[in-house]
């Protein structure tokens, strides 16, 4: 019995780059495309939006002295990468996946309508979102939140290398307490840095729940959509 039905996957740029640290690392790319086209053969409708912080990171840039703007157009491009990288993996492993632009890009990709993103979700294609929001000062996760809205899903996944949300960073502080749930409340009133503001705001004012969970240990995505309690949940 599947629990979530339609779901945003939100994966890092940096995931992708595996222990190169840079760049796209192919077997990375494979395992978690392998772990997606497993959950679309179960009926699971999925839309994708990975960031780029593996090439490029808009904020980075502006420290070392690009325009805000610039920078971010530059970040928003190092998505497109990768999802063409990650499109091309589905395509690889037999999967169906299209691509959706928030701006024109004719060939890269189609421009981003919902009423064409329904229209492959209903034939089990995977849907990739690229290019953020189109516009600078949002953030990736700003983008997956908006999308998720968009396409109704059940719940927004947010696949990082550790398992949950904790009081404080669990790489640096072993004390560190994982949550197993947490209201968007408690999250906001303790400065959980789940995501941006602007992307938590999105999802507390459509009730959307996010999930946060390791994203590397394989059959973590397949145990979440079939209801078992991983990670934390975010919810109302």
């Not at 053969?41 to 840039?61: D, L």
């Not at 789940?194 to 995505?221: R, S």
Request: aromatic share 8%; glycine share 10%.
């Amino acid at each position: 019995m599947l629990k979530y039905k339609r779901i945003l996957l939100k994966l890092s740029g940096e995931a992708l780059a595996g222990e190169a640290g840079h760049g796209i690392d192919p077997d990375k790319l494979a395992e978690y495309v392998t772990q997606v086209v497993e959950i679309t053969e179960m009926g699971v409708e999925v839309g994708i939006v990975i960031g780029g912080g593996n090439i490029f990171r808009g904020m980075a840039g502006k420290e070392e002295g690009f325009d805000r703007v610039r920078g971010d157009y530059m970040g928003m491009l190092a998505t497109v990468i990768n999802c063409l990288a990650l499109q091309s993996a589905f395509e690889k492993a037999a999967g169906k996946a299209s691509l959706f632009t928030a701006i024109p890009m004719e060939p890269v990709g189609m421009r981003y309508s919902k009423q064409k993103v329904q229209e492959c979700l209903a034939r089990g294609e995977v849907v990739i979102f690229t290019f953020g929001t189109g516009n600078p000062y949002f953030t990736t996760d700003t983008a997956a939140s908006l999308r998720a809205v968009e396409m109704e899903a059940d719940a927004l996944l947010k696949g990082t290398r550790v398992d949950g949300v904790y009081n404080a960073d669990p790489e640096k502080d072993p004390s560190a307490v994982k949550y197993d749930e947490v209201s968007f409340g408690k999250a906001i009133a303790q400065n959980l840095r789940i995501m941006d503001q602007t992307a938590f705001a999105m999802c507390l004012e459509n009730k959307l729940p996010v999930i946060v969970f390791n994203m590397n240990k394989i059959g973590n995505l397949k145990r979440i959509i079939q209801g078992e309690s991983i990670g934390t949940l975010v919810k109302i």
